[in-house]
């Protein structure tokens, strides 16, 4: 590293830019249980390794350290886009558990998510590492080191161009995550809110009854037994999502590629 020249060392500023965002966002890396120095260490050696690959003329390079600046503020927000592609996928499957929780009345039994820090119910935390092992079983952290690489390929440094495709696609993406979150909480939902239809008539033709205390019981344990069953059928559609949503990394990458 001391016989590095000065564009060298730039460009390898600019790859630990980029890669740095993607790993740190990852979903088994990025989270607070793996130490920083193992993120560092990793985004380091992954830098260096990408560094003879990386395709970019000396002649790119600015000459002022202002916009040489922007370079890496456009490294670190292409990095962002990247991470966030595969963020939105694990934030739907979150996203059923708090529909399914809510509707067992787990919502105030929560425990701290060790991804982000905050709290989330234990229904959203079943899913959401149901969703990483099945994740890591389709190979899916695979992804984003051929992301990475093929993001150089696509985009050298300094080539990001935001063209409106970009914004629509993640519109699109956002609107996915209601829609994924939905269907795979609908059939556990509709027993349940069937489940609460019952216990109204029940408390309309038996007043003596105590609903309010029945139903606790009751619903959570229709909760329980409908995700055990809807597991053989929850599990090839979230690695189908993962193999997707993988693939969809580069493709994210197309919208940013300039004209």
Partial sequence: MLAWSVHQFQLFLLIVMRVAFILFMMPLLGTRNVPVLAKAGLTLTTSLILLPVVPIHPAYFPSEPL???????????????????????????????????????????????????????????????????????????????????????????????????????????????????????????????????????????????????TSFPITIGLGMIFIGLSLELLVPYVRGLSDESGKGMIHVLIPLMAR
């Fill in 67 to 213: 916009h040489f600046l922007f370079f890496m503020v456009f490294e670190c927000l292409i990095g962002f886009i990247l991470g966030l592609s595969i963020k939105v996928f694990f934030a739907a499957i979150q996203l059923a558990g708090e529909f399914i929780g809510f509707q067992m009345g787990l919502s105030m039994a929560q425990v701290v998510d060790p991804s982000s820090g905050m709290d989330a119910t234990l229904v959203a935390q079943l899913y959401y590492f149901l969703a990483l092992l099945v994740f890591l079983s389709v190979n899916g952290h695979h992804w984003f080191f051929r992301a990475v690489v093929q993001s150089f390929r696509l985009l050298p440094p300094g080539t990001l161009d935001l063209q409106d495709g970009l914004y629509r696609y993640f519109l699109s993406l956002s609107g996915k995550m209601f829609i994924i979150g939905i269907k795979i909480a609908a059939p556990i939902m509709a027993v349940l809110f069937l489940a609460q239809v019952a216990m109204g008539i029940i408390a309309k033709m038996v007043p003596q009854i105590n609903i309010l205390i």
